[in-house]
């Protein structure tokens, strides 16, 4: 028998622990077949017997174990437990693991991981939030299911009345010089998430969602592509329109958007500048060289090595440079026809961006979107996850006042996410950000929780980095990425998005608002004092 | 013998309050006919009836709102001239004749009797209109025109809107009428836009215009206007809208549906990776196993501990060559763990 020491790697260090019932176990092998992370094994255990036949005797016995190992460790996804046709198997969590202890002390490596942000430390402002006006003798309430209502909201730069240049030609209005692009679209957008960072089938069940929601439910719901690439069939069909194209730092894969512009026959949605992001703060896309599958090489045009994108836009060093030189060059791009928005992450600093932008001399900002600290991420270092950000709901707040401050609200559309539906109402939050000020929503994660995502914000699988999800959503590895069913989910995701226009109609009609209530702050109250001062609504207890 | 009531007397209003409970007191006494002046006081001719079961007659000028309101079988109100809004509110079965315009919300809730305008009613009538199946369909008959969301979530009875003098008009029912209409019909004569999209514009069949043949004589009779007789009864220019069925309601093509019709054939990365659409299994087998069995001539012993163990029946041996069968094998690596030489490894 192997000697054990005390500076090894032991199964009580690691964050979940296999709970095997050899009693129940008919060793039919699935549940290691079903592992992605290589994390349990079969193996012979040497026993006494205790039959009257051989008692005494030394017998062998096929039993399930945990690999005790650094990099093939249990994520607690629950596949195992899945599979087992008899209950046999379980991952359960070890309170008092040393994992991130050890990692760091072993590998003298910064801790890698996928996901969410899992100290929540900050807790959820949006809960402490309710729908609390409402018309009842004041001014009637709607009827949600039956009356009609208009959700959709600007995306775009959008012009004060005394800012618009009409004329008169004889006794027809006109136009005396070009409008901004402005486009109206449904307030939640599929947000950002890149080929590389989504398994292939992933992506293209959004993308058909995002089709199907158009052409066949008439709900113009946006997609941005995120920055891994796009196909160029996509680009050159009449979906681009419906797709926000997204330029980060690595500006991976422009080169075929660029090579696609003659041949494209509808303009894309919009173009979406990524800054920053809500889990990540500060830190660019990180794609672990796994993560890089040949058709990611190909679509990106780089090698299988760790993708990172740089932190900011090498050559952009303050905001007005940011505003001359992305804006401008993204809206000559597109021939000044598509509106050019930017995303950044949440941050103390959010105000003093939105304010320059708001000066926007050249009528060329489409959007600002503010992503908060409890945004996923592909891969992280879990400092930055844990450790940096800011929670989106008051910096949007911040971010729509300042700008009702100079009587500019509006003119620059907000768009805010990070963390939203965590708590399970994805459509409540994005009504409550909606009064607070948002033109509309974004998200990832709830696309992914769609999809059949194992995860959760207290550290359940969040491996997202590895290329190894076990659902196939994240997955960079063929066999894992075909568990993904195309069909499943993009039903799923027009499902959902169904369900949440319901809901979003059924928080408007008691406020008897038949239009998107952006920056109705009055239909809110607050049962914290503390935000309730800080937000500026109504504190009622 | 006929009440006339006036009530206006030297610019002293009766209140609507004195005004009905003189009503009362005179149907209590005996009185079936009343001629009522009246000044604007509302609910004239509703909730009232005879001990015995004598008929009602109401003739009314000047009426105020909610005329007719709960109105009664038996009871019978003519008003001269136009009323404002909510004539026949919550209608249980009396037969209610505005000779000029109704107001809005006319008809709102009825569910019985009968409601003959002699011009055009508002916004919103016709709404909640229902029929309580153990009784006869509430009627609401409009010579001209209603007013925009009218016969909004009408679950029951029969309105017919005969568009007269409505050439003009871009839609003889407003903008978004029948918005939740579930039951009950409308019958419409001229151009309608707008509607809503639950319900349907179907052609007038042969009981259809039957209804509206032995109906209209009688409704322009009591309006007076019996020499459009001909002109309404042209049924080229009559529709008929009724809700549309649910499962018609949410007749779309399904996401699989769009995707094999729409998407692109070979899929979006169709020219990227090999992908049949396949979905595989948690535990799947052949190419689809995310781990694989070698075996290593060389090292084998010949035990046959992975032939037994194996829970698939995917180790075969032939002679003294072993193999694992691909498309049974999952990949468990049971065979690998029994064996006492490592003759099996995943890779």
């Known amino acids: 028998m192997a000697a054990v020491k005390v500076n090894e790697i032991h199964k009580n260090d690691l964050p979940w622990i296999i709970e095997y019932d050899e009693s129940k176990c008919i060793q039919c092998g699935k549940c290691v077949a079903a592992c992605s992370f290589n994390a349990i094994r079969p193996a012979v255990e040497l026993r006494k017997s205790n039959s009257i036949t051989n008692k005494g005797k030394t017998e062998r016995v096929l039993v399930i174990k945990q690999n005790i190992s650094l990099d093939n460790y249990c994520r607690g996804c629950g596949m195992c437990a899945n599979v087992c046709p008899n209950g046999a198997i379980k991952a359960v969590r070890n309170r008092d693991d040393k994992y991130s202890v050890v990692y760091r002390a072993v ?382 989910v993009a039903q799923n995701l027009v499902n959902y998005i169904l369900a949440t226009d319901i809901e979003l109609k059924k928080l408007m009609a008691p406020i008897g608002c038949s239009s998107l209530p952006i920056g109705r702050s009055d239909a809110l109250i607050t049962v914290d004092k503390h935000i309730s001062n800080r937000l500026d609504i109504q504190y009622g207890c | 013998m006929t009440c006339k009531i006036k009530t206006l007397n030297n610019n002293n209003r009766m209140s609507t309050q004195e005004l009905l409970q003189t009503i009362s007191r005179k149907i209590e006494e005996g009185v079936t006919d009343f001629e009522i002046d009246a000044c604007g006081q509302h609910d004239i001719g509703g909730s009232c009836w005879s001990k015995e079961g004598k008929p009602l007659k109401f003739t009314i000028t000047n009426p105020g709102q909610r005329v007719g309101a709960m109105a009664m079988d038996g009871t019978k109100i003519v008003v001269e001239g136009s009323a404002p809004a909510d004539v026949g509110w919550l209608n249980s079965g ?31 009538s016709g709404a909640l209109m229902k029929h309580d199946p153990k009784f006869e369909p509430p009627e609401f008959w409009v010579l001209k025109n209603t007013g925009s969301f009218s016969f909004e979530f009408m679950s029951g009875g029969i309105a017919v809107v005969c568009g007269d003098g409505c050439g003009e008009l871009p839609s003889v029912l407003g903008n978004r009428s029948c918005v939740g209409m579930v039951g009950g019909v409308v019958y419409v004569r001229g151009k309608v836009e707008g509607l809503a999209n639950c319900v349907e514009k179907v052609k007038l069949d042969k009981l259809d215009k039957d209804f509206l043949k032995s109906g209209m004589e009688l409704f322009l009779e009591k309006i007076g206007r019996l020499e459009l007789k001909d002109e309404l009864l042209d049924f080229s220019k009559w529709v008929k809208i009724i809700p549309l069925p649910k499962e018609l309601k949410e007749k779309k093509i399904s996401v699989k549906e769009f995707k094999e019709k729409e998407w692109f054939k070979e899929g979006l990365f169709g020219d990227l990776v090999e992908d049949d659409g396949a979905v595989y299994e948690l535990a799947q087998t052949g190419d689809g196993r995310l781990r694989k069995p070698v075996w290593d001539e060389k090292l084998c012993v010949g035990c046959d501990l992975c032939l037994s163990n194996c829970p698939q029946k995917a180790v075969i041996k032939e002679d003294k060559t072993y193999k694992s069968v691909d498309e049974k094998c999952i990949g468990c690596g049971i065979c690998s763990a029994v064996c006492p030489r490592e003759a099996w490894r995943m890779v």
């Not at chain 1, 775009?156 to 109206?184: C, H, M, Q, Y």
């Not at chain 1, 000044?336 to 304010?355: E, G, L, Q, R």
């Open chain 1, 107 to 488: 590998k003298a490596d910064s801790f890698k991981k996928g996901g969410r942000s899992n100290l929540n430390t900050e807790g959820r402002t949006l809960d402490k939030i309710k729908i609390g006006r409402i018309s009842q003798m004041t001014d009637p309430s709607l009827d949600a299911q039956r009356h009609t209502f208009e959700l959709r909201t600007p995306f775009g730069r959008v012009l004060k009345a005394d800012k618009l240049n009409f004329g008169k030609e004889g006794e027809a209005l006109i136009e005396t010089s070009k409008l901004p692009p402005n486009r109206w679209i449904y307030p939640v957008i599929f947000g950002d998430m890149s080929i590389g960072a989504v398994s292939w089938r992933m992506w293209e069940a959004m993308a058909i969602a995002t089709a199907y929601l158009n052409e066949v439910m008439g709900i113009p719901i946006r997609m941005c592509t995120g920055e891994g690439g796009i196909p160029t069939k996509l680009l050159k069909s009449r979906y681009v329109k419906y797709m926000i194209l997204q330029i980060a730092s690595g500006h991976f894969g422009w080169n075929r958007i660029i090579k696609a512009m003659p041949d494209m026959t509808e303009d894309p949605a919009g173009i979406l500048i990524k800054i920053g992001q809500g889990a990540k703060p500060g830190d660019g896309g990180l794609l672990l060289a796994s993560k890089v599958a040949r058709y990611v090489q190909e679509i990106r045009g780089v090698p299988k090595a760790d993708l990172l994108s740089p932190p900011t836009h090498q050559g952009l060093y303050s905001i007005e440079e940011s505003v001359q030189k992305m804006f401008l060059s993204m809206n000559a791009a597109f021939n000044f026809k598509v509106p050019v928005a930017i995303k950044v992450a949440a941050s103390v600093t959010s105000v003093s961006v939105y304010n320059n932008l708001l000066r926007d001399p050249y009528n060329i900002v489409g959007g600002f979107f503010l992503d908060g600290l409890a945004a996923g991420t592909g891969a992280a270092h879990e400092i930055s996850l844990n450790h940096t950000g800011h929670p989106i709901t008051s910096k949007l707040r911040d971010c729509y006042l300042a700008a009702v401050h100079q009587g500019r609200q509006g003119e620059i559309p907000l768009f805010a996410g990070g963390g939203l539906g965590q708590s399970g109402s994805f459509a409540a939050d994005a009504f409550k950000l909606i009064c607070l000020g948002a033109n509309g929503v974004f998200t990832g994660r709830m696309l992914m929780e769609i999809a059949g995502c194992v995860g959760s914000d207290t550290g359940k699988c969040n491996a997202c980095n590895t290329g190894l999800c076990p659902a196939g959503i994240a997955a960079q590895n063929d066999n894992l990425v075909k568990r993904l069913d195309v069909d499943k």
């Open chain 2, 94 to 124: 009396g037969e209610i004749v505005v000779k000029g315009d109704g107001g809005d919300t006319s008809a709102h809730c009825a569910a019985g009797g009968k409601i003959y305008i002699g011009g055009r009613v508002g916004t919103r």
